[in-house]
């Protein structure tokens, strides 16, 4: 081996060893700012993809992406306050630390699976037996709640009606057939939850208070997984559901756009059009767009208005 190739396997690796010393978190910021790259170059590039590349950050268990592809820079900091706000709105009390940290624990105990389910079993044998007959009603019932707030909605279309409805019945129809009294599937679901429990490492409800925004999103994409991977075993593919997502665009003039989506839910062809808006070189959802600024003009009116009130 001559000097130069010895001293690129050299470098090679000292980066290997210093990738794998990274911490998990570590690895998961780096993925998350990748992605947050990924998805703002998508946004710039045309309405289409900043359509598409919204159900790629979900399949990828991305939020982070997914917020920052989907809010203008200059409304993130609007974004952050209305989440501690909403965190902090109820003090913590002693009792639901205890409450939080006895939950905990028993997730997160090294014997927590077979615990939990020794106390899970009885009950959902119970379930069974009960609600055998009961089900198709009970969804048949909610079907029809569902469907009848639809056709009431006033700022629904006659087309977004009927993929709505279309969506509601796809899910009544896997809701009668997804077997949730099933015992091997709710070990597996038991397991899932216990794992996404240690993953998120919480100790305290104080530790969940004190999240930042980010930290929160990072925290979000593993109860995400873990929420997709429930479905999963009662026969509802998020992941699948998402990998058939398309954005084609329909029309698009000056700084307005039209894209349809159209994606498979439950075996089920869906569709919507989705209203784009160019702003500051990236292509936004109008109506949420016009959501934050309204709420950031609403802001501004109170703050000026609060000095005046204090005199």
Known sequence: MNLKSGVF????????????CQSEE??????ANAGVQAAVAASAESPAAAVA?????????????????????????????????????APITDAKRAEFKADMDKLTAVDAEKKLWQEMAPKLAKLKAESAAQMP???????????????????????????????????????????FT?????????????????????????????????????KGDIAFKGLKQVFELYG????????????VL????????????????????LEFESEMVRYQGRWYGADGLRKMQKEAAESAVAKAVAPAAKG
């Open 236 to 247: 509802l593919s998020i992941d699948q559901t998402l990998d058939s997502v398309k954005a």
């Open 250 to 269: 329909v029309s698009e003039t000056g700084d307005q756009a039209k894209v349809k989506v159209s994606y498979t839910l439950l075996a089920t062809p």
């Open 182 to 218: 099933d015992p091997v599937l709710a070990q597996k679901a038991l397991g899932v939850v216990c794992q996404t429990a240690r993953e998120l490492k919480f100790a305290s409800l104080d530790e969940v208070r004190a999240l930042t925004f980010d930290q929160a999103l990072a």
């Open 53 to 89: 590349v919204g159900a790629r950050n979900l399949r990828e268990n991305n939020l982070k992406a997914l917020v920052e592809a989907s809010v203008p820079p200059e409304y993130l900091a609007q974004l952050h306050g209305k989440w501690t706000a909403k965190l902090n709105e």
């Open 9 to 20: 396997a050299l470098a090679l690796a000292t980066t290997m060893a210093l990738s794998a």
């Open 137 to 179: 009603m009970v969804v048949g019932i909610g079907r029809g709640v569902l469907v009848s707030a639809v056709q009431q909605n006033e700022d629904l279309n006659e087309p977004q009606k009927q993929q709505a409805v279309k969506a509601i019945n796809a899910f009544a129809t896997w809701a009668e057939s997804a077997q």
């Open 26 to 31: 570590q690895q998961a910021a780096a993925k």
